[in-house]
């Protein structure tokens, strides 16, 4: 069935530094791709989307690009920050009854 | 200000009780959606709604239940059937389950712990 897999955390990494958290998905055809962002305590909010092969989906300096050939949707940002530290679930509408499928998260924490 | 809200934040469960997580939205959204989130993991679908009173179960609807009475409101109830029910409960909710169901705005959670 349908599914992503996300690197396993935690990731540790101080300020300024480069972030990059891989995701690959298998599914049947080409689903819309998301990244959400969850914050220590809190429900889970949608960081950005890609709906097609090429698409790329940005928001808050984060970026990511939906790669069909690879089965790819890695997460990147140039300068991370102490405030994005936080969980990170990449996810994918699919399944049979065409829901949110998530991977199991990766851990991020930016020390100063 | 439009969003979700979950009620109560902490929760605490005796074993063999039922419990009822409430579920709130104002953003007059049709679809809304229960997962269950546990360390180490992600999230699992529990059951999910297109309309009010209509229901479908998720991946792991076994010892829960729901109702949608209101185009507001999707509760969880916690049934003792549910052998290890603690875990931290998120509700969610999207315009429908068309065009609009893949983006999913999400409640701030309700964190069960059975005594």
């Known amino acids: 069935g349908d599914s992503v897999t996300q690197m396993e955390g935690p990731v540790t990494l101080s300020e300024e530094a480069f972030l990059t958290i891989n995701c690959t998905y298998t599914a049947t055809g080409y689903p819309s791709l998301f990244w959400y962002v969850q914050y220590p305590g809190e429900g889970l909010q949608l960081l950005l989307k890609?709906?097609?092969?090429?698409d790329k989906g940005s928001n808050k300096g984060f970026e990511a690009t939906y790669r069909k050939e690879t089965t790819s949707f890695h997460l990147e940002k140039g300068s991370v920050q102490v405030s994005d530290s936080a969980v990170y679930f990449c996810?994918?509408?699919?399944?049979?009854?065409?829901?949110?499928?998530f991977g199991k998260g990766t851990k991020l924490s930016v020390k100063p | 200000d439009g969003g979700i809200t979950q009620s109560p934040k902490y929760l605490f469960r005796k074993e063999g009780q039922n419990v009822t997580l409430s579920c709130e939205q104002n953003?007059?959204?049709?679809?809304m959606y229960w997962y269950r989130q546990d360390p180490g993991q992600g999230l699992r679908l529990i059951y999910y709604?297109?309309?009010?009173?209509?229901?479908q179960k998720g991946d792991i609807a076994e010892g829960y239940s729901v109702s949608r009475e209101k185009k507001e409101s999707f509760p969880l109830t916690v049934t003792s059937a549910q052998k290890n029910p603690t875990a931290f409960y998120l509700c969610?909710?999207?315009?429908?389950?068309?065009?609009?169901?893949?983006?999913?705005?999400f409640g701030p959670g309700t964190r069960l712990t059975v005594l």
């Open positions: 890609a709906t097609k092969a090429d």
């Open positions: 996810a994918l509408v699919g399944g049979s009854q065409g829901n949110l499928i």
């Open positions: 969610a909710s999207s315009i429908d389950r068309g065009q609009g169901a893949d983006t999913q705005y």
């Open positions: 709604s297109q309309i009010v009173n209509d229901f």
């Open positions: 953003l007059n959204h049709d679809a």
